[in-house]
Each structure stands twice: as C-alpha cells, then as structure tokens.
Antibody
Framework: VQLVESGGGLVQPGGSLRLSCAAS????????MSWVRQAPGKGLEWVSG????????YYMESAKGRFTISRDNSKNMLFLQISSLRAEDTAVYFC???????????????WGQGTLVTVSS | EIVLTQSPGTLSLSPGERATLSCRAS???????LGWYQQKPGQAPRVLIY???GRATGIPDRFSGSGSGTDFTLTISRLEPEDFAVYYC?????????FGQGTKLEI
C-alpha cells in the first residue's frame, strides 16, 4: 500500500489549493478515504471523508462550504479542494486509508507522508 | 462533537518501565470505535490499536488497549527505546472523527 500526497505549498489568505493523493497497492474503489491534517506542532484533526463510490461525503464543521473532497476511482486518486484559505488552515495534510473496506467508521491503517499547506501573505 | 482528553500531557519514564496512557471522552463511545496511534517526529501516525483492544498488524504484544464508555487506556508493558513518541487516541463512532490532543512519552 502506498499513498502519495501532492499539491501543497505557500498560498495567500483567501486563495485556493487542490491537494491530490495517489493510491496504490489496494482496491481503491472499495475504501472510504479521508483527509487528516496536523498544524505545526499540534495534534491531528480529521477533515473530511468520502465513500468508495464517491456519492457520499463528510466534513468537519469548519470545513463545510470551503473544502470539497472528491475522488477518481479510474485513476486511484483522492482530492481535496480548499478555497478561501485562512492562516488556521496551515497544516500538513495527510490522506488516510481505513482498516476496513467500505466503512467510514474505521481506524486508519495507512497514511501518506503528508503535504504541507502554508497560508501566509 | 466528541472531545477526547488525554492524560497526562507528558509522561517521563525509562526503558523497561510500564506506561499507562489515558483517554477520556466527553460522551460515551462504543468500544468498537476507539483507536490509538503512535507518531514520531516527521512521520505519519501509525495505528497501534483499533476497536479499543485489537492490535494492528505488526504491533508488538507489549502494546495493549482497554476501556469502555468514556474511559480508555493504552498500556505499554515494558518500554523499548523506540516507543518514545507521541500517542493519540481517536474516536470514529460519530462524525467528526476526533482525536485527543496527544500524550508525549519521553525518556
């Protein structure tokens, strides 16, 4: 199993960014995938999840309206579009695979290495 | 949202000693939906325990989890040098799937 995130970088407040996660080594379409973030020196925060079919999405409260999770099962790719970026969105963003296929309610058994998003002028 | 409070914030122990880490939830969490992770500096988290007491693949048996309701515990029976890290609990029973703030286990 491998998860490789990309798309992070330095963005001005109010800007937008699209994060990607390339998955391999498992049947991607069978797994609900999530994004988890970690601000510098802080703890972990679950951000969003998406069902294997892509037809159901879930967000933490502060992500609703600004974050959009999506996936392309034909390319084994997971995405997170973030708009109206704020300083408090500065974090390493990890994509995470659940232990149990087909379930959002599962611990994460594989994580990517993360991609850093820095929001600053 | 369910708030998870971990204690202590920092735990100072020596190799060979026993470590007991606590995770308290602001409301009842089904034991099916409580997990523990280990994170070392510059690395992604690694799952240790799922479903309160299930040991993930490849995790040594010195790691064990227990608890129910609102109180959960991760126990490391005999600390090895590689166990010094930050540990997080997570509940994934109710969205948003919250994490505790972490316990730093230091030498």
């Amino acid at each position: 199993v491998q998860l490789v995130e990309s798309g992070g970088g330095l963005v001005q407040p109010g800007g937008s960014l699209r994060l990607s996660c390339a998955a391999s080594g498992f049947t991607f379409r069978k797994y609900t995938m999530s994004w988890v973030r970690q601000a510098p020196g802080k703890g972990l925060e679950w951000v969003s999840g998406i069902r294997g079919s892509g037809d159901s999405t879930y967000y933490m409260e502060s992500a609703k309206g600004r974050f959009t999770i999506s996936r392309d099962n034909s390319k084994n790719m997971l995405f997170l579009q973030i708009s109206s970026l704020r300083a408090e969105d500065t974090a390493v963003y990890f994509c995470a695979k659940p232990l149990t296929p087909g379930r959002l309610q599962s611990s994460f058994d594989f994580w990517g290495q993360g991609t850093l998003v820095t929001v600053s002028s | 949202e369910i708030v998870l409070t971990q204690s202590p914030g920092t735990l100072s122990l020596s190799p060979g000693e026993r470590a007991t880490l606590s995770c308290r939830a602001s409301q009842t969490v089904s034991s099916t939906y409580l997990g523990w992770y280990q994170q070392k500096p510059g690395q992604a988290p690694r799952v240790l325990i799922y479903g309160t007491s299930g040991r993930a693949t490849g995790i040594p048996d010195r790691f064990s989890g227990s608890g129910s309701g609102t109180d959960f515990t991760l126990t490391i029976s005999r600390l090895e040098p590689e166990d010094f890290a930050v540990y997080y609990c997570q509940q994934y029973g109710y969205s948003p799937y919250t994490f505790g703030q972490g316990t730093k286990l230091e030498i």
